[in-house]
């Protein structure tokens, strides 16, 4: 058998999610400063330099492409495709990570980046590559996810009244949701406590009681082998 030559590169992708009571879910993408697909928008990433991780690397290009830094990262999918793009063989890891998208309005494109745009999930532009088939793949395991880890609550303020939770889930899952059994159910976890505050409004009717979410609760509840799912 005749050996060819191959020379692969190794790329990293960030998908993050941002969320906000009057946007709803959004996420970050960057129009690209060069070919290919010049001004085109994309999903922050780059390739993997030689002395660095995967997370590593794709914390970095998203720090020099965005200026914004992710506490929660996870890997989705490895996409290597060997069309996927038209300078070289490139196989891509992507990540998706969630933030409060209140938190990261003053966006800071460098490097390979001309700009950086919060976009709604539901109103996206064109996207270079091969990144309409990973943002909806991320889309997909985001919306799978919140329903059996409670991701959700990186999304929410520290403290926040109840009705913040269902709508964040009602966004998140593209649907409505029975009030009753998903306040019942949420509650009955455990690990959701009020704060013994009340929550600041200028509508009339009586102010809503504020929760935060307890991780140290959560992780006792897992080790006793709770299991969460909505």
């Not at 505050?197 to 959560?218: C, H, V």
């Amino acid at each position: 058998m005749q050996n060819k030559s191959t020379d692969i590169k190794v790329a990293v992708d960030a998908i993050v999610f941002g969320y906000s009571k009057h946007d709803g879910v959004s996420v970050l993408l960057i129009q690209r400063k060069y070919e290919p697909f010049k001004s085109s928008w994309a999903i922050p990433g780059g390739f993997v330099l030689q002395a660095e991780s995967l997370e590593e690397a794709v914390r970095r290009e998203l720090l020099e492409e965005t200026g914004i830094e992710v506490n929660y990262l996870e890997q989705l999918y490895t996409f290597g495709d060997p069309g996927r793009d038209p300078r070289q063989r490139v196989i891509a890891i992507a990540y998706f990570g969630l933030v409060k998208a209140s938190q990261f309005q003053e966006l800071k494109a460098s490097t390979d980046a001309e700009n950086a745009k919060w976009f709604s999930i539901k109103k996206l532009p064109s996207l270079a590559f091969d990144h309409k088939k990973i943002l909806t793949a991320a889309i997909e395991r985001l919306r799978n996810k919140i329903r059996y880890q409670p991701i959700g609550f990186e999304l929410l303020d520290k403290k926040f009244p109840f009705s913040d939770l269902e709508k964040l889930y009602t966004v998140l899952l593209d649907r409505e949701i029975n009030r009753r059994n998903f306040s019942k159910k949420i509650l009955s976890f455990g690990f959701l406590e009020e704060t013994g505050e009340l929550a600041k409004t200028e509508a009339k009717g009586r102010p809503s009681k504020m929760f935060r979410f307890n991780q140290a609760r959560y992780k006792e509840l897992l080790k006793e082998g709770f299991h969460f799912e909505i």
